[in-house]
């Protein structure tokens, strides 16, 4: 079954790091684009699919009548199983008590809150829009209100951050009702406001040793307080897993909704204009065929992300050839440097493997 992923593009402002998709004050904008996303749908009238994630952006800027008519909206088009799993992403202090009840009557079932930090001084660095309390407030208004699977993000390596203020962060975050933690560390992208403060020596960031250091002591910590780590930044308790996100590692299918959304069938990737504007004009998506290589080579790097690691004997089923055949030297090489192990018919990185993933996985590109 396929995976749906709808992008909501609206934010409040620019957070200083991002550069996602997103634009601040053109929320006048969100009933057309609502219009726009419901044509866009027709075109999957049909489709089977048990997971669905609105992302952003900040979804939960969308008043309750428009969150309502796009979750109506994925109902009504695709062939959705009672098992589904169904998340929105929310940013602090942009839910109220009747978004939620249009969230939960509308059949969302987990929720995702962009955190980042619990420590206020890191997050007036990074330019969120909210504080600690607003966070911390937020997880239990979606607690109390009916929500049991609840995701928060957290951003490591952040300016000036060092283990003790990171510590203290994951401390309240393991005592919430929250199910799954995701922790990226901050990536520096040019073009973005921290990028300039950065270059001008206005704010300074961890080095490559503190940031190893703070994602071992992350990883040990969450594991320690009942969150097992499942993917490189994911971590969860039992049975709360990210099923869609699942999907995206193990190269399955999905249809991406909105500006800038991607999709993957058929061996085709295909993706919306990123222009808010052009996007609710209809402008035609871009399509991209994927060659055998292409898809064999991203399907090695999403799968070693996850610590199951690849499955040989999928692997084999889905391209025909085993990939001791395509990879055999590679693998043979990352083994012998305790890279990556091979156990009960899966490749996976070992910890030293993580710390160094990103040289790993070029090798497959
Ligand atoms: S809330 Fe998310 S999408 Fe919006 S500006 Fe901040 S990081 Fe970007």
Redesign the pocket.
Known sequence: MKGIYIHIPF?VR??KY?D?V?YPDKTALADEYVSALKKEAKMYRGEKADTIFIG???PSLLTPKQIETVCRMCFDTFDIPDDYEFTMEI?PGTVDDDKINAMLSGGVNRVSV?VQSFCDEELRRIGRIHDAKTAYNTIWQLKENGFSNINIDIMTALPSQNITALSDTLNTAVKLPITHISAYSLIMEEGTALYDEYSNGAVTLPNDDDERDMYAFTKDFLNKNGFARYEISNFARDGFECRHNIKYWTFEEYVGLGAAAHSYMDGKRFYNTSILEEYIMGAEKTVTLLTRDDEISEYIITGLRMDRGIDAARFAARFNERIEDIYGDKLKKFISLGLIKSCGGFYSLTDRGIDVSNSVLCEFV
């Open positions: 934010c620019k957070c991002c996602f997103s952003g952006g900040t940013n962009g």
